[in-house]
């Protein structure tokens, strides 16, 4: 079974400028998450869709971040523009969720950004 | 609320056994932990509901108290490869989805 995919693995930018991230969650899998992990933290959520709808965003920093899933299975985020405190590693993990269990996260390697 | 886990590191020799702590200060549906080594990705260890049901690999244990609203990873007879730092991650009863909410993590070195 393939893993979630992601690209790209690094990218350098300078502040104010923009960057996209790109994943490819587990075929069959209907939720999504995005998650930023800033070195010596855990992950923290920016976004979840189920399908192609947002299920949660309450932590994604609006004014700058924006994610989107279209037909329901790849997903783009976008950062515009990066803030030099935008440097992380960004996760792209999915899962299954069926009648209210909670099902076992699979994470892609991540992208790791660096704004300069 | 971001859970909290204890201790924040931990060194041991091969074949030492240790135990790793998450607690949380809401009500809890579920309790996840995953293992990362360093520049890769969280891989998923272990999954524990509320009502008792768990999932996940044969050689990890852990525990999960729901009135107490803690969970422990038990590792028993380490192993080089169990080097890496260790995250839980928590679900509390919600209707907003199923998103975790990660703990700092524990970072874990067996040596020989």
């Known amino acids: 079974e393939a893993g979630v995919a992601q690209s790209p693995r690094y990218k350098i930018i300078e502040k104010r400028q923009s960057v996209a991230f790109w994943c490819n969650p587990i075929s069959g899998h209907a939720t999504l998450y995005w998650y930023q992990q800033i070195l010596g933290q855990g992950p923290k959520l920016l976004i979840q869709f189920q399908n192609n709808g947002v299920v949660d965003d309450s932590q994604l920093p609006k004014d700058r971040f924006s994610a989107e899933r279209l037909k329901g299975v790849d997903s783009t985020l976008k950062i515009q523009p990066a803030k030099l405190e935008d440097s992380a590693v960004y996760l792209c993990?999915?899962?299954?969720?069926?009648?209210?269990?909670?099902?076992?996260?699979?994470f892609g390697p991540g992208t790791r950004l660096t704004v300069t | 609320q971001q859970p909290v886990q204890s201790p924040q590191a931990v060194i041991l020799r091969e074949g030492e056994d240790a135990v790793i702590n998450c607690s949380s200060s809401?009500?809890?549906?579920?309790v996840h932990w995953y293992r990362q080594k360093h520049g890769e990705a969280p891989v998923f260890l272990m999954i524990l509901l509320k009502g008792g049901e768990q999932k996940g690999h044969e050689k990890i244990s852990a525990s999960f108290n729901e009135k107490k609203q803690q969970s422990s990873l038990y590792l028993t007879a380490s192993q080089l490869s169990y080097s890496g730092t260790y995250f839980c991650g928590t679900h509390a009863n919600s209707n907003s989805g199923y998103a975790l909410n990660f703990g700092k993590g524990t970072s874990l070195l067996v040596t020989p």
């Open positions: 809401k009500a809890l549906y579920s």
């Open positions: 993990a999915s899962s299954w969720i069926s009648q209210g269990k909670s099902y076992e996260q699979y």
